[in-house]
């Protein structure tokens, strides 16, 4: 299997736990090697209670397969932070944004898939945000 080059944002996975056409591709993109975030995960949860009305039960199952399926998981350590920061000011990034991102570039990642960022912006001439609902 080729190492996992893509991160993926927490938006994804929600979309690859909703029905339609967003769901379809979120699922697609689980099927490739990815990277996530603890961070991603966390709000994966958060969002999967207070939105798709998942039970606990159904959340804590989602997260344990999430966790198998992906490549590696980027924890938040201080120096990820330090980068957020930054690349928060550079890129004009919301914080949140900031520290997936961070943890995007520490992971080496080549793509970070997120609707939520301008696709096509380009990070330190190495990380490329994609919008695969495009």
């Given at each position: 299997?080729?190492?996992?080059?893509?991160?993926?944002?927490?938006?994804?996975?929600?979309?690859?736990?909703?029905?339609?056409?967003?769901?379809?591709?979120?699922?697609?993109?689980?099927?490739?090697?990815?990277?996530?975030?603890?961070?991603?995960?966390?709000?994966?949860?958060?969002?999967?209670?207070?939105?798709?009305?998942?039970?606990?039960?159904?959340?804590?199952?989602?997260?344990?397969?999430?966790?198998?399926?992906?490549?590696?998981?980027?924890?938040?350590?201080?120096?990820?932070?330090?980068?957020?920061?930054?690349?928060?000011?550079?890129?004009?990034?919301?914080?949140?944004?900031?520290?997936?991102?961070?943890?995007?570039?520490?992971?080496?990642?080549?793509?970070?898939?997120?609707e939520d960022l301008n696709a096509g912006?380009?990070?330190?001439?190495?990380?490329?945000?994609?919008?695969?609902?495009?």
């Open positions: 299997m080729p190492p996992a080059r893509s991160f993926l944002d927490t938006n994804i996975l929600v979309y690859a736990f909703s029905e339609g056409a967003r769901a379809e591709v979120a699922q697609s993109l689980l099927v490739e090697p990815f990277i996530l975030s603890v961070q991603a995960l966390n709000e994966f949860s958060n969002v999967g209670r207070k939105k798709l009305g998942m039970s606990w039960s159904d959340i804590e199952y989602a997260v344990a397969n999430l966790i198998t399926m992906s490549s590696s998981i980027v924890p938040l350590d201080e120096q990820i932070t330090a980068s957020a920061l930054d690349l928060a000011q550079r890129y004009n990034l919301a914080f949140n944004d900031a520290l997936m991102v961070a943890a995007a570039c520490s992971a080496d990642c080549e793509r970070f898939y997120s912006l380009v990070i330190d001439a190495g990380l490329t945000v994609v919008n695969p609902f495009r």
